[in-house]
Structures are given as C-alpha cells and as structure tokens.
C-alpha cells in the first residue's frame, strides 16, 4: 500500500514540475522589448545629487549591517529603508507644521 501512495507522490510531483516547466517555455517569447528612446533624458543636477545620495547611503547601510552580522548572508533593500525614512521625516514635518509636534 505504501509504494503505491509512493509510486502515486512521484507522479504527482513529476507531473506538477513538468507543467511548470511547460508553463514558464510558454511565457518566453522571442520579441524583445527594447527601451523607448524618447522615455530617456539627462537628470537634473538635483537628480543626479539624489542618485548619489541614495547610493551612498544604501553602501553605508550595509557596510553597517555586515559590521554586525559577520559570516551571514545578509539581503536589504537600500531603497526601502530610504522610502520609510523618508516617510517617517515628511511625516514628522507634517505634524510640526500643524504644532502637533510633542505627539510622536
């Protein structure tokens, strides 16, 4: 009984990668998206300050981060933690321009 729900698991599971894999040749497809060339401009200078900016922090961040966790593998999104602290200043300048300022 047991190596027939064996036999029965095996092509189950061989089955479920077999579509899969069917699935994702069906997703590829040979034309290529090319950017459009009208899309593309030169950055400002405030842009360009912003791009370093952000890059500079995002190295620094996880040369901190590794400082900590030496020998591990350590994965963090740069832009994220910029985004949320970014959110976190525009809203503290929210509440200060409204007085709100002693409520955290």
């Avoid at 894999?21 to 950055?43: A, Y």
């Avoid at 952000?54 to 832009?79: A, Q, R």
């Amino acid at each position: 009984m047991s190596k027939v729900l064996s036999k029965t698991k095996s092509v189950g599971l061989n089955f479920a990668l077999l579509l899969c894999i069917c699935i994702g040749f069906m997703q590829c497809n040979t034309h290529s998206v090319s950017p459009d060339p009208k899309v593309s401009r030169e950055l400002t200078p405030a842009e360009r300050t912003l791009v370093q900016s952000d890059n500079k922090f995002g190295l620094k961040l996880f040369k901190e981060i590794i400082k900590e966790e030496k020998d591990k593998n350590v994965f963090i999104s740069p832009l994220s933690v910029s985004m949320a602290l970014g959110m976190t200043y525009q809203r503290r300048q929210w509440r200060n321009s409204r007085g709100d300022a002693k409520n955290p």
